[in-house]
């Protein structure tokens, strides 16, 4: 099946800073690459997805990039806030038959200081 | 109020007890979820639902239960809970198929087994 590692566990930045989280896969027929923003005591929010056909998508501050020959896509947040403290998700999903279900990284506490 | 929804948001409970989680959704997504968060595993999948009365077994399905008659509503039954079974458990829905779709989550429901 499939594995997605997330990195790293934690990141901390100052506001205004920019921060990155990285993710690798494992199986070569994953298409789509959902994030996932989860603030604390609420359930996990997508905030931007992206599929195998494209290379980069980007919504305001936030960007995610995909390089499917490395099997590793990353997250892109520019003039971070505090209001985007959070943990973030990442997860793939593919596969060629059925329904192939969603698996997730571990997850990544972003903390945005003042 | 529209969505999907949890109860109870809080339990704590003993060793061998039975204890029911309940998920209920407005927007007649098809598919319906049951993940458990925990501190360096992030999210696992315990079991999905394509349609009522279809249900598969997710990544940690031993020790659980479940059951959709009416695509509503996806109740999860821990028959004789344990202490490894304390966790937070999410359920969400998803109007896609082939695992494309976005998730919605509920709000969680924070189980604690003594």
């Known amino acids: 099946g499939e594995n997605v590692e997330q990195h790293p566990s934690t990141l901390s930045v100052q506001e205004g800073d920019s921060a990155v989280i990285k993710c690798t896969y494992s199986?070569?027929?994953?298409?789509?690459f959902p994030w996932y923003k989860q603030e604390l005591g609420k359930g996990p929010q997508l905030i931007i997805d992206?599929?195998?056909?494209?290379g980069e998508k980007k919504d305001q501050r936030i960007a995610v990039t995909l390089n499917k020959t490395a099997k590793h896509f990353s997250l892109h947040i520019t003039e971070t806030q505090p209001e985007d403290s959070a943990v973030y998700f990442c997860?793939?999903?593919?596969?060629?038959?059925?329904?192939?279900?969603?698996?997730f990284g571990k997850g990544t506490m972003l903390l945005v200081s003042p | 109020d529209a969505g999907i929804t949890q109860s109870p948001r809080y339990k704590i409970t003993e060793t061998g007890r039975q204890v029911t989680l309940m998920c209920h959704q407005t927007w007649s997504h098809s598919y319906m979820f049951w993940y458990r968060q925990d501190l360096g595993h992030g999210l696992r999948l315990i079991y999905y639902s394509a349609a009522a009365d279809i249900t598969d077994k997710g990544e940690v399905p031993d020790g659980y239960v479940v059951s959709r008659s009416k695509t509503e509503n996806f109740p999860l039954t821990l028959e004789s809970a344990t202490r490894s079974q304390t966790s937070v458990y999410f359920c969400?829905?998803?109007?896609?198929?082939?695992?494309?779709?976005?998730?919605?989550f509920g709000e969680g429901s924070r189980l604690t087994v003594l």
């Open positions: 969400a829905s998803s109007p896609r198929s082939r695992g494309t779709g976005e998730l919605f």
């Open positions: 997860a793939a999903v593919g596969g060629n038959s059925g329904y192939s279900t969603l698996t």
């Open positions: 992206i599929r195998s056909n494209v």
């Open positions: 199986d070569s027929a994953s298409n789509y």
